[in-house]
């Protein structure tokens, strides 16, 4: 199984500028997550997906939109670059919580933001 | 609001030596914990998670401890070898909040040969 997969890797962006980040996992998970990394920091939840056609926000939404038409994909769109943006983001799926054990998160690799 | 933190941001340790890394939580209706690993260009990878209802679970290697009174949980490493160089995280479920985790900060482990 590959996991959860994030293309691009890189990438650097113009302010102003738009773009989206892909998410595909392979577990039949449904939550999926988006967070947000910066230097030093811990994750901060952008959106977040019970399931495909459901979508909420987390802490930090302001400048970006999520979408979850199929239980595999859960892209981010960045409208309009700013260089606040600029972090590295990482995508996650978990298994519904059930009150049972491991709401452990899956975790992609991460796409490195550059708004310049 | 409630808020996850780490007490140390690094830690540097003989390898060899056992390693413990501590994390404090605010919200007292936290009822599950998890710890991550995050090693360098990664995202986070899942180490081991414990319940409120527990003081102490045991991994390969690694040892989560509990105490509800004070609010603080810790991440135990025994004979800490290189490849466990990372940043480590603890996460709370925050009171079942639909599975959102909030992640403190992190703490940079180094280890030194």
């Known amino acids: 199984n590959a996991g959860v997969t994030q293309t691009p890797k890189f990438r650097i962006l113009k302010i102003g500028q738009s773009m989206t980040l892909q998410c595909t996992q392979d577990m039949n998970h449904n939550y999926m997550y988006w967070y947000r990394q910066d230097p030093g920091m811990g994750l901060k939840l952008i959106y977040y997906?019970?399931?495909?056609?459901?979508?909420d926000k987390g802490e930090v939404p302001n400048g970006y939109n999520v979408s979850r038409s199929t239980t595999e994909d859960f892209p981010l769109r960045l409208e309009l670059a700013a260089p606040s943006q600029t972090s590295v983001y990482f995508c996650?799926?978990?298994?519904?919580?059930?009150?049972?054990?491991?709401?452990?998160?899956?975790f992609g690799s991460g796409t490195r933001l550059t708004v310049v | 609001g409630e808020s996850v933190g780490l007490h140390l941001p690094t830690l540097s340790v003989q390898e060899g030596d056992n390693s413990i890394i501590n994390c404090a939580y605010s919200?007292?209706?936290?009822?599950?914990f998890i710890w991550y690993k995050q090693e360098s260009g990664k995202g986070p990878q899942f180490i081991i998670d414990?319940?409120?209802?527990?003081d102490k679970r045991q991994g390969q290697r690694v040892t989560v401890l509990l105490n509800k009174t004070v609010k603080h949980l810790s991440l135990q490493i025994a004979a800490t070898q290189p490849g466990d160089s990372a940043v480590y995280f603890c996460?709370?479920?925050?009171?079942?909040?639909?599975?959102?985790?909030?992640f403190g900060k992190g703490t940079k482990l180094s280890v030194k040969p």
């Open positions: 919200n007292s209706a936290s009822d599950y």
């Open positions: 996650a799926s978990s298994n519904q919580p059930t009150g049972g054990v491991n709401y452990g998160y899956t």
């Open positions: 997906s019970v399931g495909a056609g459901i979508t």
């Open positions: 414990i319940r409120s209802n527990m």
């Open positions: 996460a709370d479920l925050g009171g079942g909040s639909q599975g959102n985790l909030i």
